[in-house]
T-cell receptor
């Protein structure tokens, strides 16, 4: 069965370190998205991609980057982790204008 | 711009009670409308959707009707169960300008036995 996975599921890191969160989907969807979810803020879009080599900034992109070298993967990198980036991160994929399929999330703690 | 407004929670109900979670939207034209559900410790998953006016989406006893005249997509269930306790998100995809989904803030539902 097709699926979307995220790794790691939990991560603790220190301020200033570079961190990469992985997202892998086997739906063959062109569209992929990264969100963060915080109490009181709902879901906020970080970056998104509509296909290989395409990346776009979302509403809270500062301090984050993505790259899309193939259809299946959209890794999210925190260049220099800050305590304000402690959050739960969700990756999602979608066909053209269809519903999004979400991964299980990564809980990131920055100390 | 495009936006989704849903009722603030938490909503607390007893088992077998009737549920309504209100959702209204702002968008030009005819967006596609969705309800997602998030159970504790999990990602969001699609609950139901409607893609044109007067369509009714339904799944697992939940229903929502696309009302263009009131720009609404309220979620209803006739008899909730403890297992329905979750956070519910209303969402839309505009019919122009890309494939991003616009999410509401989410409504937490607690169902007591």
């Amino acid at each position: 069965d097709a699926e979307i996975t995220q790794s790691p599921r939990h991560k603790i890191t220190e301020t200033g370190r570079q961190v990469t969160l992985a997202c892998h989907q086997t739906w063959n969807h062109n569209n992929m998205f990264w969100y963060r979810q915080d109490l009181g803020h709902g879901l906020r879009l970080i970056h998104y991609s509509y296909g290989v080599q395409d990346t776009n900034k979302g509403e809270v992109s500062d301090g984050y980057s993505v790259s899309r070298s193939n259809t299946e993967d959209l890794p999210l990198t925190l260049e220099s982790a800050a305590s304000s980036q402690t959050s739960v991160y969700f990756c999602a994929s979608a066909p053209q204008k269809g519903e999004q399929f979400f991964g299980p999330g990564t809980r990131l703690t920055v100390l | 711009g495009n936006s989704v407004t849903q009722m603030e929670g938490p909503v607390t109900l007893s088992e077998e009670a009737f549920l309504t979670i209100n959702c209204t939207y702002t968008a030009t034209g005819y967006p596609s409308l969705f309800w997602y559900v998030q159970y504790p410790g999990e990602g969001l998953q699609l609950l139901l959707k409607a893609t044109k006016a007067d369509d009714k989406g339904s799944n697992k006893g939940f229903e929502a009707t696309y009302r263009k005249e009131t720009t609404s997509f309220h979620l209803e269930k006739g008899s909730v169960q403890v297992s329905d306790s979750a956070v519910y998100f209303c969402a839309l995809i505009p019919n122009t300008g890309g494939f991003k989904t616009i999410f509401g803030a989410g409504t937490r539902l607690f169902v007591k036995a």
